[in-house]
């Protein structure tokens, strides 16, 4: 992990990486889930790989279905691949139906949102800042008022 750094804290940091560890029991599940959201989020953007992140994803998904922050992450890198803001909207609801308490995954599901849905967007970022997501991207100045 100390090759692929992450941020702290906020969203794709190093804190919510270690909070979706402990939902993990299986050594093997855990190292696959770190390397693909390490692969997502290091810090050195010259260092993601988004390709990689996905079958890691995908393998972690079928050990541990309905596990939200492999959706998010599965969502993030389709989105930075191949810009498919349906594909990667739907992993974002999945995420959130998989764990309503996944501010993380509100917060890029209103991002997705303002696209084509602010209303609903909306209700998500309102959400993600109830469970104390960062506003990071500035959503609130620039689409939620």
């Known amino acids: 992990g ?3 750094p992450l941020k702290l804290e906020g969203i794709g940091s190093k804190q919510e990486l270690d909070r979706a560890l402990t939902a993990l029991d299986d050594d093997m599940v855990k190292a696959q889930f770190e390397m693909g959201f390490r ?3 290091v810090t050195d953007r010259s260092l993601r790989n988004y ?16 596990f939200a922050p492999a959706f998010r992450v599965l969502a993030y890198a389709h989105f930075s691949l191949s810009f498919d803001m349906v594909k990667s909207t739907e ?13 993380e995954a509100h917060y890029a599901l209103s991002f997705m949102l303002t696209q084509f849905d602010l209303e609903r967007g909306r209700r998500h970022f309102e959400r993600a800042m109830e469970l104390g997501v960062p ?3 500035n959503l ?3 689409f939620y008022p």
Do not use: W
């Open 51 to 66: 390709a990689a992140a996905v079958p890691a994803m995908d393998g972690v998904l079928e050990r541990v279905p309905n």
């Open 2 to 4: 100390v090759s692929l």
């Open 91 to 103: 992993l974002y609801e999945k995420a959130v139906e998989a764990d309503p308490e996944y501010g």
């Open 140 to 142: 609130r100045g620039q």
């Open 39 to 41: 692969s997502c989020f």
């Open 135 to 137: 506003d990071e991207r």
